[in-house]
């Protein structure tokens, strides 16, 4: 049995249909999940850990390495086959769907369901973390080449960082924040782009009242 052979049967035993399932793992079309059935598209290690997820089940059974089809099921170890090196297999229960938001006004506000584009499977340790734990589209080049345009940044919700973290952050009556490298001494909050082009914005004394760190993004994942 295939990769895709087994997602279409544990679906249609759970009662789930496509489009069902390609809104729980964060597809926009139940034609992705189609492909992935009949074999016509590859899918990620992050996405397999979400399909699991959502299926019930485990990355590995849904890789064919512990198929109850065989007489005595032994899982290989991770680096036994080429085409598995590098592929950890994490704690299902340690994968949450995080919302994914196109601006981080609107993943910072009062949003609504509308304002989500979508859900990327993230693995994060405690449970608490994950609710204050949101995926932002970037927009613009200033972090480039770290962060590209149409990057997620998986960003946590807090008010601190430490110094050379980079964070969310809006500027009193400013429409949307923007990310940005922070570092902060005594009186004088300092906010760095990577790309050199852009100047630092730097606050302080009043000033620093002006600005308002919301998050600070923990991890980057690049678009392709």
Same mark, same amino acid.
């Given at each position: ?8 049967? =544990? ?37 397999? #850990?979400?399909?699991?997820? !959502?299926?019930?089940?485990s990355p590995s059974f849904?890789?064919?390495? $512990? ?10 170890? &991770?680096?036994?086959? $080429? ?11 340690? #994968?949450?769907?995080?919302? #994914? ?7 910072? %506000? ?5 304002? =989500? ?14 609710? /204050? ?20 940044v998986i960003v946590r ?5 430490? $110094?050379?973290?980079?964070? !969310? ?24 782009? #990577? ?11 009043? /000033? &620093?009242?002006?600005?308002?760190? &919301? %998050?600070?993004?923990?991890? =980057?994942?690049?678009? !392709?």
């Open positions: 049995m295939t990769f895709g052979e087994r997602i279409n049967k =544990i679906r249609c035993e759970k009662g789930m249909t496509q489009d069902e399932l390609a809104q729980a793992v964060g597809y926009k079309s139940r034609s992705t999940i189609a492909k992935i059935e009949s074999g016509e598209r590859d899918v990620p290690q992050s996405m397999i #850990i979400a399909l699991a997820k !959502v299926l019930d089940t849904l890789m064919g390495w $512990n198929d109850n089809s065989t007489e005595v099921s032994i899982e290989p170890s &991770l680096t036994a086959k $080429n085409e598995y090196k590098g592929f950890n297999i994490l704690d299902k229960e340690n #994968i949450y769907m995080i919302p #994914i938001f196109g601006s981080v006004s609107a993943g910072f %506000g009062s949003y609504a369901d509308n304002q =989500i584009l979508g859900y990327e499977p993230v693995y994060i340790e405690k449970p608490h973390e994950a609710e /204050e734990t949101i995926a932002i589209t970037v927009k613009g080049d200033s972090m480039y080449p770290k962060i590209e345009e149409g990057d997620l919700k807090q008010d601190y960082f430490e $110094n050379g973290d980079i964070v !969310v952050a809006v500027i009193c009556g400013e429409n949307d924040g923007f990310v940005k490298r922070a570092f902060q001494s005594k009186n004088k909050l300092t906010l760095e782009s #990577i790309n050199t082009q852009y100047p630092p914005f730097v606050f302080s004394g009043s /000033e &620093l009242d002006e600005v308002k760190i &919301l %998050g600070v993004v923990k991890k =980057i994942i690049k678009s !392709v």
